[in-house]
């Protein structure tokens, strides 16, 4: 690598940002055609589809540009090429749950705010600059509110989108504080060199001043994952929206979150190491968030009746578990026990993504207008009638509950491992007690899970058939999501290689070019 | 070999798919394609035992590579390996599997009318998870296995069992999914400490075992209180087995879900589902952590007693045949766990071939119930009774289950329960004379059952109740005065007794000839007892006051304490390796 020119690196920087580049162009020019073209919605999906296509082509085609991290906007390191893809592909299959969810009208509005919701959930995984990833999930927040306002049905509808606007924009507000602070301490946005600065130099970030940056950083961010304290909106929000809402919200939102905390908060605070203060804090705050969204998540769930507030409760705890991985990724930088906390993390996201999607989609498909399913008794006797449909949301609700050979297992027992192996020092038993939580909470979330597979297939049906429509794009979502759920249980070995390799370039600080080697530079 | 044992364990599964895949097929076709792949399976696995050699240390047919791993990469960046083989304690427990699954085909093969597909294709789905926990070398396969048993059998509960189906298969999945979460735990713990003091990152089960028996780290030998690590790690492994067994406390799914699953679930679980609990704890608490054992033994067999007590009694107290049974299954279950924690030769020899015998006994018990359930639609020994008049042939097969299980002489169960008791005389007299009255009120309550239900003058329900193919020959003139002379219900059919002769034979000739079982399954046992020997050795020289543990006097309360000094010094070695 040598030091570019001004005007190359802005080059660079476009040229590593194509795939999102091309998503905005496309979804700019449908909100901007919509106004004056009459389509029917299917063109406006098979666009957007085409469009997510040509992405996820692009992402290949710049897999391997790199350059000077510390004087980029963006790194294209293999953390930003993961995620991309899982949002790339998660993309395509959202697109296939909501093609037939909007009316004409509405539909290049509706498919453009979905493509700019992927762009910028990729622009926060490859942002390398504090106000470059907070641009990124702007660009997620505002089509959000759109995309809740579009769908405005009834009063319960505008209160969830009110509802999650005030917040989001509060939320926004508690995270430009935190990296008000963190430029503070060290006069730096650039994310690389945050973590290279924090490496090497004792006391950067200063530990008050750091404290500040952790805990209002963590506040803004556990806003997007619905971490304890910041989930009241979750259930709200799932219930008063369409389902295809309510499946974007429990995905996107969470998994940008955590990437976005891996690149700043793990990635800045983690390169300390276990010896100074606030790592420990750190390690301590999330392990408290981690352990009390879980525990709330799962034991709130068990009284829950309606089918998305139940998911909404579910996303809740599985924030948690994720959590878990992050407590994790604080300790071990990139050397670490049997497993790193980032990769066990990047490894349950992509689990979440298939068995939570897959969930919303069966919902989707069999809750038409004449025969609304909205409770867990309304899924009753599903089985005896639509035993493929019935089948792919029991195994997407066995793999949440982390029953093996599925994903949602193989995630678990690498969350746990990367618990466990990390509890070395003096918060070992705190490492410890996470990966018990961990578990116990896993017990008493499978039986909401259970109760639903129970409703399916072991109770008869009551009241009126079931009116499902199934199209074949939604068909394909489901089954995407169901296989992936069941593959990447049995053959998990590709993903969590990939996540391996993410998880090291979270904590990849390379020597600086224009710098003496980092020997002179720690002056103390 | 090791091909043909990775066949066996998914055979079923491939059965399984067949099935699943055509499920609108009849009764009548879904039962000869399930019965066609179990007992292809039993050949296979029967080939298997032909082929083991018995005097062989460590597993077979394994794909063992010359470092000492077997089987193939998995995970591959955690280094968990596909590895599958057996060895003489598995293998007894693998072909018990085959066996009882054509047994379970076999008391289906009337009963299941209804979605009969998707019931076998259960069955055979639950005979993969269960062939392949028994032949896993590798803790996460053996894991993966062991839960995914939850899952055919929730549904085979849950649909095709009792009015009271819907509860006692949520009780049976979530009761036995929160212990195994426990005991997950424990195994990574266990994993985890190898890799901190050896550095070697292995999931391997023989690697494990040997490694963990010769950790260089002298707190690993400490059992002092409850908080040494090998306590710890004991009581999360020993979470999820056991209720598994079920012990004493954490037994009260049981019961329910035996008396609630339809016929071949019964056998199935009574018969082998519960024999995992024991295996998992000789495979994981007594060969990793013995000196957990050793410091909890008081705890250990005093439940183990409590448990064939209270199974006993209970038992006693029982109406229902089907239940009596499931009790009966409790009380003997606390004789395995007794003979494992003795933590001798002796017996944890009865106590591995009492794994076997009970699946035999008890398998036939609950296929000869449901033979008469079958028929009469009740259980209640009040309701039934002289059905020796009915079938003398199904008489006989209750009767020699029961005298087997019953642990009479030159019957299978007293090959198992009396090493069982020898080798807890030896360890603690106390406890051997109270649970040799447990296995005098074992032979009573067995009786009593006998005494009322096959015995006497032939008492059948009214025939009101009797449903349509208990009608078939039963003309309805008859119905009435079918009281005392001959019965009019369908006899024992040809499959009931294909089902349960392979099982008589067994009962007789374990009793009477035990010795190529004990030969093929001691060279999986004496090291197992010699390790903990070896580790109680080393527990004495660690806890005795001129070590250098004792004299600093802080033991370290768990594995939180530091890397010793050997393997400081040596640079973590790189992810994924197994030596």
């Not at chain 1, 994952?225 to 259930?235: G, K, R, T």
């Not at chain 2, 879900?257 to 000789?282: C, D, N, Q, R």
């Amino acid at each position: 690598m040598i030091a570019l020119t001004p005007f190359a690196s802005a080059v660079q920087t476009l040229r590593i940002l194509t795939p999102e580049l091309i998503l905005l162009a496309v979804a700019t020019a449908m909100m901007t055609a919509g106004a004056f073209v009459r389509l029917p919605r299917r063109a406006w999906s098979i666009l957007s589809a085409a469009t997510l296509g040509l992405g996820i082509v692009a992402l290949f085609l710049v897999r391997g540009e790199t350059y000077d991290p510390y004087a980029g906007l963006v790194v294209n390191d293999a953390l930003a090429f993961y995620s991309r893809l899982i949002f790339l592909l998660t993309g395509l299959i959202v697109l296939g749950m909501a093609h037939d969810q909007v009316d004409d009208a509405r539909a290049p509005e509706f498919f453009g705010a979905l493509l700019m919701i992927n762009a910028g959930a990729m622009l926060v995984c490859s942002a390398n600059e504090l106000v470059f990833l907070f641009v990124g999930l702007e660009l997620v927040s505002i089509p959000t509110y759109l995309l809740l306002y579009l769908a405005r049905r009834n009063a319960s509808t505008q209160e969830a989108a009110t509802k999650y606007f005030f917040l989001s924009i509060f939320s926004s507000a508690l995270l430009l504080f935190g990296m008000a602070y963190l430029y503070g301490t060290t006069g730096v946005s650039n994310l690389k060199a945050l973590a290279y600065l924090s490496k090497t130099m004792a006391n950067v970030p200063q530990l008050q001043l750091g404290l500040v940056a952790l805990v209002f950083l963590m506040a803004g961010l556990g806003f997007r994952i619905a971490a304890v304290p910041f989930h009241f909106y979750a259930p709200d929000v799932y219930q008063g929206s369409p389902a295809i809402l309510a499946a974007l919200l429990a995905w996107v939102p969470k998994g940008l979150g955590f990437v976005a905390i891996l690149r700043t908060v793990v990635a800045v605070i983690g390169a300390q190491g276990a010896e100074s203060a606030l790592n420990q804090k750190a390690v301590l705050l999330a392990a408290i968030l981690a352990a009390v969204t879980m525990t709330l998540g799962n034991t709130v769930a068990l009284a829950q009746n309606n089918l998305k507030r139940l998911l909404a409760y579910s996303s809740i705890a599985h924030a948690g578990y994720l959590m878990i991985g992050v407590a994790v990724a604080f300790r071990n930088g990139s050397s670490g026990g049997v497993t790193l906390g980032a990769e066990s993390l990047l490894y349950y996201l992509v689990a979440y993504a298939a068995m939570t999607l897959g969930a919303f989609a069966v919902i989707i498909a069999i809750n038409s207008g004449d025969r609304p399913v909205e409770t867990v008794d309304d899924m009753a006797g599903l089985a005896a009638t639509h035993r493929p449909l019935a089948l792919a949301m029991a195994v997407c609700l066995f793999s949440l509950a982390g029953i093996p050979p599925l994903a949602g297992f193989v995630g678990k027992f690498e969350l746990f491992t990367s618990a466990w192996s990390a509890s070395r020092g003096d918060d070992a038993s705190l490492f410890q007690c996470l990966a018990l939580i961990g578990a116990i909470n896993s017990a008493i979330g499978a039986y909401y899970y259970l109760r639903i597979v129970v409703v399916m297939f072991l109770r008869p049906a009551t009241g009126k058939p079931f009116s499902v429509r199934l199209t074949w794009p939604t068909g394909a979502a489901i089954t995407a999501c169901t296989l992936l759920t069941l593959v990447l249980g049995i053959f998990a070995s590709p993903i969590m290689e990939a996540a391996h390799e993410a998880a090291i370039a979270v904590s990849d600080t390379p020597a600086p070019l224009e710098l003496a080697p980092p020997k002179a530079v720690t002056v103390r | 070999m090791a091909i043909l044992l990775i066949l066996t364990v998914f055979l079923p599964l491939i059965g399984a798919i067949v099935l699943m895949a055509s499920s609108k097929l009849d009764a009548r076709r879904a039962r000869a394609i399930a019965l066609g792949f179990v007992v292809a399976t039993l050949a296979l696995s029967l080939v298997l035992l032909s082929g083991f050699a018995p005097g062989k240390l460590g597993p077979q047919f394994g794909f063992e590579h010359g470092d000492g791993s077997f089987g193939f990469p998995w995970m591959g960046p955690l280094g968990v390996r596909f590895a599958l083989g057996i060895d003489g304690v598995s293998l007894w427990l693998f072909v018990l599997t085959s066996l009882l699954m054509i047994t379970a085909v076999f008391s289906s093969w009337e009963s299941i009318k209804d979605r009969a597909a998707t019931h076998y294709a259960l069955l055979l789905a639950l005979q993969t998870g269960l062939l392949g926990l028994f032949a896993s070398l590798d803790v996460v396969l053996f894991y993966i296995f062991f839960e995914f048993t939850l899952i055919p059998l929730f549904f085979l509960i849950g649909l095709y069992g009792g009015p009271e189906r819907r509860r006692a298969s949520v009780t049976f999945f979530l009761y036995t999914l929160a212990g195994s979460l426990l005991t997950l735990l424990g195994v990574i713990a266990l994993v985890g400490v190898h890799y901190q003091y050896t550095g070697i990152l292995t999931f391997s089960l023989p690697q494990l075992t040997s490694g963990l028996a010769t950790l260089p780290w002298d707190g690993w030998f400490s059992a002092t209180s409850w908080t040494s690590p090998q306590v710890l790690i004991f009581l999360l492994l020993f979470a999820g087995f056991a209720i598994k067994v079920p012990m004493f406390p954490f037994h009260t799914w049981l019961p329910l879900a035996h008396v609630e699953a339809p016929t071949a679930g019964s056998i199935l679980l009574a018969g082998v589902m519960l024999k995992v609990g024991g295996y998992g704890l000789f495979r994981f608490n007594l060969s990793m952590t013995p000196l957990g054992a050793e410091f909890l033994f008081p705890l250990l067999a005093g439940l183990s007693v409590i448990g064939i007590l209270y199974g006993a009694l209970a038992a006693l107290a029982q109406t229902d045949v089907k239940r009596l049974v499931a009790y009966s299954s409790v009380s003997h279950m606390g004789f395995i766990v007794l003979g494992l924690f003795s933590l001798n030769g002796t017996g944890m020899d009865g106590a591995v071939i009492q794994m076997l015998n009970h699946g035999v006994t008890t398998g036939a018990l609950f296929a000869c119930v449901g033979v008469v359930y079958e028929r009469y639609h009740t259980r209640e020994m009040a309701e039934i009774g002289g059905l020796w008049n009915w079938s003398p042939l199904w008489a006989f097969f209750i009767i020699l289950a029961s005298l087997g299980s019953a642990a009479v002489p030159l019957l299978n169960g007293f090959v198992g329960e009396f090493p069982i008791l020898l080798g807890m005389y030896r360890r603690s007299p106390v406890h051997a004379v109270l649970a040799a009255v447990g296995m005098v009120l074992g032979a009573y309550y067995l009786l009593w059952m006998l005494q009322r239900v096959v015995f006497g003058p032939l008492k059948e329900p009214n025939p009101h109740t009797h449903d349509a193919h208990a009608n078939e020959v039963a003309a309805d003139a008859h119905g009435n005065d079918a009281h005392g002379h001959g019965s009019t219900v369908r006899p024992i059919g040809w499959h009931e007794i294909a089902g349960l002769s392979p099982l008589m034979v067994l009962i007789v000739v374990i009793g009477v000839y035990p010795k190529p079982f004990f030969d093929r399954l001691r060279p999986a046992v004496t090291p197992v007892v010699a390790n903990i020997a070896a580790e109680q050795e080393r527990a004495k020289q660690v806890t005795s006051p001129s070590h250098p543990l004792m004299t600093k006097a802080a033991i370290p309360p768990s594995i939180r304490s530091a890397r010793p000094a050997s393997s400081a010094s040596t640079p973590p070695p790189p992810r994924g390796i197994s030596l």
